[in-house]
């Protein structure tokens, strides 16, 4: 029986928008934001709404109901996300289509934006939104969380006793959920065992924004749509990989938040592991969501629980780049909470095994940087033991995600002259000089699959469970919480990080990159 869903999509007539070639447009569904006072509505998801809107991807059915606490107009609404618009357009050209706001694109947004006044705890809230989703002509809805971690388990509760989530006559009902998921491996079982209670694994995405960036996905395609690199790609020819994902700021006014989930939690078992599990995965037989997200989830398995001997904790304290962390506000002056984490992770399979995967993560760094860097291994020295080449630099293939996008490759070439000296160079991709670039805010393929119904990019129950348990041993280590290194806002991280690579004879790629070519 044809649903709404099966029904060709019709957009956008009011934004003069031609969907993108080879897309079409979601399905129509009312997207329903809890916590739509909050900035990551106001930052990132009405602009990615607009970003979508201009480029023809939303249906003409769509309606956006921005739930909070708290009496507002509508009108008065609409009036903040569009001053919030119009200042992100002007500060941030780049990530919108142009640094005037597209007004039609905009208002077809706008005009289907309506605000509900409710708790996010009380029966009345649901009671109330179910009414007026009996109002709105489409019965898809997604269900959007965009508030506190302590909201996820009484919203989906309230939602699921208030009949919302009953999927009937061929319509969906999805919840997005933001991270944290959990902060352990205990709490995140079970809130994966509560919102099951309520929903079917189908109908949750767990969202990961680090997989809305183009240069994430990427990954797959560079290792699957090459023949150049999948042959090296194991333990035979690589030595060890690296992932970074450093950051100069600080914790920008987060300190509450921060204090309780530091570094760690807060980027390497999702964010991080995420990318490993990109870099690791085996090839998957197709792109349907399911295979993907097994391989994934086979990294995941066969992660080596973390010991204390593998990570390293470190807190920025006063240096180039400004104060120390205890002195921000909503900070302990005696803060054991780390802005810095690196971890030595071995994936147990046939593929990897004996391989490290370094990764690294940190607040009020060097350089902003986020990227993956695989190193092979050292070709034999032998050939060249008769000529004046001392050492050979080892190949290493770079994927820059932030904020540079592209790759470089590191290899050998011999210097112009009389003499066989060895040169090590860099060939480098950059996106920009290929393709156009796409107005972005990360949000965009993200909210577009969830509409779809494509999980794809979305963490599944047993994966985060499997990344939480590989990281629960430190997070709640045998003998006592794990040292805090101290390093100097502005620097590289702390010392002991660069021991920990130091001691398997390897070292961390400089964070700011001193040769002349780079980036
Ligand atoms: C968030 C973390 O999930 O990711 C932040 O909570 C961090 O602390 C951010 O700054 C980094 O994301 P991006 O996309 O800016 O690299």
């Known amino acids: 029986m044809p649903t709404e869903h099966d029904q060709p999509a019709t957009h956008a007539e009011g934004t003069d928008a031609a969907p993108l070639a080879g897309k079409h447009p979601a399905p129509p569904c009312a997207l329903v934001i809890f916590?739509?006072?909050?900035?990551?509505?106001?930052?990132?998801?009405?602009?990615?709404?607009?970003?979508?809107s201009s480029d023809g991807l939303l249906d003409e059915g769509m309606q956006i109901v921005g739930v909070n606490h708290g009496a507002r107009?509508?009108?008065?609404?609409?009036?903040?996300?569009?001053?919030?618009?119009?200042?992100?357009?002007?500060?941030?050209?780049?990530?919108?289509?142009?640094?005037q706001l597209n007004e039609k694109a905009w208002n077809w947004v706008v005009e289907r934006t309506q605000y509900f006044a409710g708790e996010f705890e009380s029966d009345d809230t649901f009671e109330g939104l179910k009414q007026l989703l009996s109002t709105i002509k489409t019965g898809n809805v997604v269900f959007y969380l965009a508030v506190t971690a302590r909201f996820f388990k009484p919203i989906v509760e309230h939602?699921?006793?208030?009949?919302?989530?009953?999927?009937?006559?061929?319509?969906?009902?999805?919840?997005?959920?933001?991270?944290?998921?959990?902060?352990?491996?205990?709490?995140?079982?079970?809130?994966?065992?509560?919102i099951l209670s309520y929903a079917n694994e189908q109908q949750i995405y767990r969202i990961d924004h680090f997989l809305g960036k183009d240069t994430v996905q990427s990954i797959l395609a560079v290792r699957f749509a090459n023949?150049?690199?999948?042959?090296?790609?194991?333990?035979?020819?690589?030595?060890?990989?690296?992932?970074?994902?450093?950051?100069?700021?600080?914790?920008?006014?987060?300190?509450?938040?921060?204090?309780?989930?530091?570094?760690?939690?807060?980027?390497?078992?999702?964010?991080?592991?995420?990318?490993l599990g990109m870099i690791a995965m085996e090839p998957p037989n197709s792109f349907d969501a399911e295979t993907v997200r097994d391989k994934k989830a086979e990294v995941f398995d066969a992660m080596k629980p973390l010991t204390a001997q593998d990570v390293v904790f470190g807190q920025y304290e006063?240096?180039?780049?400004?104060?120390?962390?205890?002195?921000?506000?909503?900070?302990?002056?005696?803060?054991?909470?780390?802005?810095?984490?690196?971890?030595?992770?071995?994936?147990?399979?046939?593929?990897?095994?004996?391989?490290?995967?370094?990764?690294?993560?940190?607040?009020r760094l060097a350089a902003r940087r986020t990227e993956l860097s695989v190193q092979l291994k050292t070709v034999p020295f032998r050939?060249?033991?008769?000529?004046?080449?001392?050492?050979?630099?080892?190949?290493?293939?770079?994927?820059?995600?932030?904020?540079?996008?592209?790759?470089?490759?590191?290899?050998?070439?011999?210097?112009?002259?009389?003499?066989?000296?060895?040169?090590?160079?860099?060939?480098?991709?950059?996106?920009?000089?290929?393709?156009?670039?796409?107005?972005?805010?990360?949000?965009?393929?993200?909210?577009?699959?969830?509409?779809?119904?494509?999980?794809?990019?979305?963490?599944?129950?047993?994966?985060?469970?499997?990344?939480?348990?590989?990281?629960?041993?430190?997070?709640?280590?045998?003998?006592?919480?794990l040292p805090v290194h101290g390093y100097a806002a502005g620097s590289s991280g702390p010392a002991e990080a660069d021991a920990l690579l130091a001691a398997d004879g390897r070292a961390w790629r400089p964070l700011v990159d001193t040769r002349k070519k780079e980036d």
Not at 35 to 52: I, S
Not at 248 to 264: D, K, L, N, S, W
Not at 464 to 470: H, L, N, V
């Open 73 to 99: 107009e509508t009108s008065d609404f609409r009036d903040e996300l569009t001053q919030s618009l119009r200042k992100f357009a002007a500060d941030r050209a780049s990530t919108f289509h142009t640094s």
């Open 159 to 194: 939602l699921g006793r208030a009949g919302l989530l009953k999927e009937e006559n061929g319509n969906f009902r999805r919840i997005v959920i933001e991270k944290p998921f959990g902060t352990d491996l205990a709490s995140a079982k079970d809130l994966n065992a509560h």
């Open 383 to 481: 050939l060249f033991r008769d000529t004046p080449v001392d050492r050979l630099t080892p190949n290493v293939l770079t994927l820059r995600i932030d904020p540079a996008h592209g790759t470089s490759f590191d290899f050998n070439v011999k210097v112009p002259g009389p003499v066989m000296e060895i040169g090590a160079v860099r060939s480098s991709f950059d996106y920009a000089d290929f393709f156009a670039e796409r107005a972005n805010v990360g949000y965009e393929t993200l909210l577009y699959d969830c509409m779809l119904g494509d999980e794809t990019l979305f963490q599944r129950a047993d994966s985060i469970e499997t990344a939480w348990a590989a990281a629960d041993p430190v997070l709640h280590p045998k003998d006592g919480p």
């Open 227 to 275: 023949a150049l690199f999948e042959p090296m790609w194991r333990r035979e020819y690589i030595d060890h990989v690296q992932i970074t994902a450093a950051e100069t700021i600080g914790v920008e006014g987060r300190g509450r938040f921060y204090e309780q989930t530091g570094a760690f939690r807060d980027m390497v078992p999702n964010h991080l592991f995420q990318l």
């Open 318 to 363: 006063k240096g180039p780049a400004g104060p120390g962390y205890r002195e921000e506000p909503d900070v302990a002056p005696d803060s054991q909470t780390e802005t810095y984490a690196a971890a030595r992770v071995f994936i147990d399979n046939w593929r990897w095994a004996g391989v490290p995967f370094y990764l690294r993560t940190g607040k």
């Open 35 to 52: 916590g739509a006072g909050g900035d990551l509505t106001k930052r990132l998801l009405m602009p990615a709404l607009y970003n979508l």
